[in-house]
């Protein structure tokens, strides 16, 4: 079994990116540009929309059922070392 931490929080970036913390104190940036090329989250080219992420028991979601398992987030994520980057 894959070993993966849940976000805790989220901050929208520009260029489609989320600037995320996760339970084990890291962070890191996710980047969502390839969700774009899904019908179920293409809505996020909306700015409007995808700066409307939140974080529901450890997921990313967006308004509409838009969502992002903790896991990609955490697999997928560049992570940082400084907890700078976010304040959130």
Same mark, same amino acid.
């Given at each position: ?22 339970? #084990? ?9 390839? !969700? ?11 700015? #409007? !929309?995808? #700066?409307?992420?939140? *974080? ?7 308004? #509409?059922?838009?969502? *992002?398992?903790?896991?990609? *987030?955490?697999?997928?994520? /560049?992570?940082?070392?400084?907890? /700078?980057?976010?304040?959130?």
């Amino acid at each position: 079994m894959l070993s993966y931490a849940k976000t805790v929080s989220a901050k929208p970036l520009p260029d489609y990116k989320v600037a995320v913390v996760f339970n #084990n104190g890291q962070s890191g940036i996710f980047d969502c540009k390839y !969700l774009l090329d899904y019908e179920i989250s293409a809505p996020l080219a909306d700015y #409007n !929309l995808f #700066n409307q992420v939140r *974080v529901e028991h450890g997921t990313l979601c967006w308004p #509409n059922d838009i969502d *992002v398992a903790p896991e990609t *987030v955490w697999e997928a994520s /560049e992570k940082q070392y400084t907890s /700078e980057l976010l304040a959130v």
